[in-house]
């Protein structure tokens, strides 16, 4: 079974404080996304890196950052913390050749007040 | 520039009946379609999927049918069950080896008893 594991299913965080999301995958893949879920806009993605050290952004990188020093663990960074980015985090994970697509996380659902 | 879309936010069916749930995309270089199933505080998991070069793929109660003229997409599940009642996402994959997915806004399917 593919396991996809987010350090934490809940965290609350202050406007301005600098925040890590980790996650960690065990199944060798080369892909790993992260995605952020706010009701009406679907899942939308903010980075993904294809390999080790390699990052691309997303459709909404703005406000975050990523590192992925191993490949099994990507990390996505806010630097500075902000009410708008209250949201559900989901990262996900994927084999690059095959189509069975991405296999997701359980989700960190993130309150900045 | 919204390139996956699920324009019905939700659907209401009755047990036992068939529930249908529709994606349309823009971009005719997608080369696989996917399904996501979403309960909440949960992350996604993937359901079925269909590539390019298909116009239909069944699994179980699922079938995901391709109208690549049309740039649609539905997902056809019979006979609905209360347990399907979730938030569907269509998903469709980038055509490059990163294995981006771009997801739709999601469906909520409610299946009553």
């Known amino acids: 079974d593919v396991k996809v594991t987010q350090s934490s299913r809940y965290l609350v965080k202050r406007t301005g404080e600098k925040v890590f999301l980790e996650c960690v995958q065990d199944?060798?893949?080369?892909?790993m996304f992260w995605y952020r879920q706010d009701p009406g806009l679907g899942l939308r993605l903010i980075y993904f890196s294809y390999d080790v050290k390699m990052k691309e952004k997303g459709d909404i990188p703005e406000g975050y950052s990523v590192s992925r020093e191993k490949k099994e663990r990507f990390s996505l960074i806010l630097e500075s913390a902000s009410t708008n980015q209250t949201s559900m985090y989901l990262c996900?994970?994927?084999?690059?050749?095959?189509?069975?697509?991405?296999?997701f996380g359980q989700g960190t659902r993130l309150t900045v007040v | 520039d919204q390139q996956v879309k699920q324009n019905s936010p939700s659907l209401s069916v009755q047990e036992g009946r068939i529930s249908i749930l529709n994606c349309d995309y823009t971009?005719?270089?997608?080369?696989?379609f996917l399904w996501y199933k979403k309960y909440p505080a949960e992350g996604p998991t993937f359901l079925i999927s269909i590539s390019s070069i298909k116009d239909k793929n069944e699994d179980g109660r699922f079938t995901v049918f391709l109208n690549k003229s049309a740039k649609h997409l539905s997902l056809h599940i019979v006979p609905s069950q209360p347990g399907d009642s979730a938030v569907y996402f269509c998903a469709a994959r980038a055509p490059s080896n990163t294995g981006k997915l771009i997801f739709g806004q999601g469906t909520t399917l409610q299946v009553k008893p």
């Open positions: 199944m060798d893949h080369e892909n």
């Open positions: 996900a994970s994927s084999d690059r050749d095959r189509g069975e697509g991405a296999f």
């Open positions: 971009n005719s270089m997608f080369d696989y």
